[in-house]
């Protein structure tokens, strides 16, 4: 336990016999004794720059075994518009309490994110639930509503509402093979909808800004629009028939062993 680099008080006997033992093994000496106490030599210094180097790492290493079981990896897909609203917050949570967990993220469609997890190239999907889950788990966080928006100038200007809306207006959706837009599709079939004029875009943000300059009615999840609907920036149209609403979750394959016990470590951070 030095004071300091340079110089050491009076140590007691058996002290120097330890320090004494330890020249004699090494072949050097380490100190100089004076009449106040002792002084490292250049030796003596060096031994004491690799001792307490080595002290450090043995300390670092202590504090990684002791956070062992917040080790590994997770690998995460979701499309670009649920890991905004509905991933960020679990990932902050997640990387604050298990720091040393490897994560990794990769936004693409809901049914990419099915296939990836069924050719096991990664360890969760956080997706609408899909009709077909065999083999899989899925843990569900709450349903989402889909609804047509548009702004209250706009709307004014088609001065229509309920179904017509489909005929003279601008309708924008998500391309076809989104999961989001087959569920649309859907929705079109049972009520006999057949939109006049439509565009496709392959994001949801896109769509909400669309609106959001007047060029159309988009097709949007109606609780990534409140604010808008809140400041009324945004109107949300009027239909006679509700669109269903699609339950979201996080979807896993529990039978992998050894289990990714990260996993559940993220569906439960809340």
Not at 84 to 112: G, H, R
Not at 202 to 223: P, R, Y
């Amino acid at each position: 336990d030095h004071r300091d680099l340079h110089s050491f008080p009076t140590r007691r006997s058996s002290d120097l016999m330890t320090i004494k033992k330890l020249e004699e093994s090494l072949g050097t000496t380490l100190f100089l004794r004076k009449p106040r106490g002792v002084v490292l030599t250049e030796n003596g210094r060096l031994l004491y720059d690799g001792v307490k180097q080595a002290l450090n790492m043995l300390s670092d290493t202590e504090s990684n075994l002791k956070h062992l079981e917040n080790n590994g990896r997770l690998r995460i897909a979701a499309s670009n518009v649920l890991c905004k609203y509905l991933l960020m917050p679990y990932l902050q949570k997640f990387t604050e309490k298990y720091p040393f967990t490897d994560v990794s993220i990769t936004c693409t469609s809901s049914a990419n994110a099915h296939k990836m997890l069924e050719e096991c190239k990664i360890d969760v999907a956080l997706m609408a639930k899909p009709d077909n889950i065999s083999g899989l788990e899925y843990y569900p966080l709450g349903a989402i509503q889909d609804t047509f928006v548009c702004t209250p100038s706009y709307l004014k200007r088609l001065n229509c509402n309920g179904f017509e809306i489909f005929e003279r207006g601008n309708i924008m959706l998500l391309n076809k093979d989104n999961v989001s837009r087959m569920h649309i599709n859907n929705y079109y079939a049972e009520n006999n909808i057949n939109p006049t004029h439509i565009l496709e875009v392959n994001d949801m943000d896109m769509l909400i800004e669309f609106a959001k300059i007047g060029i159309g009615v988009s097709c949007v999840v109606k609780q990534f629009v409140k604010n808008e609907l809140s400041n009324g920036s945004l109107i949300e149209i009027n239909l006679p028939n509700a669109i269903p609403p699609r339950e979201t979750g996080f979807l896993y394959n529990q039978n992998i062993q050894p289990f990714n016990d990260n996993i559940l470590r993220l569906i439960n951070i809340n």
